[in-house]
């Protein structure tokens, strides 16, 4: 049993994958153990950012926070936390776990394509650079 799990949330698919993850994590965390659902927002380049107006993007993290607020009900751990940070998503998962004290990450992977193979995916980079145990779920 995990006394920590952080699960790397995308929601692509309508949530289905993250879903899954959930169902996992309810069946490997201890009693008293918590789930914290990360989700990284894409950072927006400057330029495009003074051409989006800012209630515009308040109401896209609005309904993030929907999902994953919906997500979050899903989860059977006596402490459930989100978290939504913006940058790169190998490096704020990661820091997620640290900062949670996490002793699993779960996060789902997709078929590599060529691109994968060249720069390689979030999934490897957390694969590769967590010191904690790493599910990966396709």
Known sequence: ???????AVALFNKGATSRTLIEKANKLIDPDGSITLVHVLDEV???LA????????MEHRKAIR???????SRAKA???????????????VLACAKDCNADLIMI?????????????????????HSP???LVAR
Do not use: C, W
């Open 1 to 7: 049993m995990y006394k920590s799990i952080v699960i």
């Open 45 to 47: 380049p400057a330029y």
């Open 50 to 57: 003074a051409a989006i107006a800012r209630e515009q993007l």
């Open 66 to 72: 929907e999902q994953l607020d919906s997500l979050a």
């Open 78 to 92: 006596k402490n459930v936390d989100i978290d939504i940070r913006g940058g790169k998503p190998s490096e704020n």
């Open 108 to 128: 789902a992977s997709h078929k590599p394509g060529m691109s994968d193979y060249f720069i390689g995916s979030t999934a490897a980079r957390i694969v590769r």
């Open 132 to 134: 904690v145990s790493v």
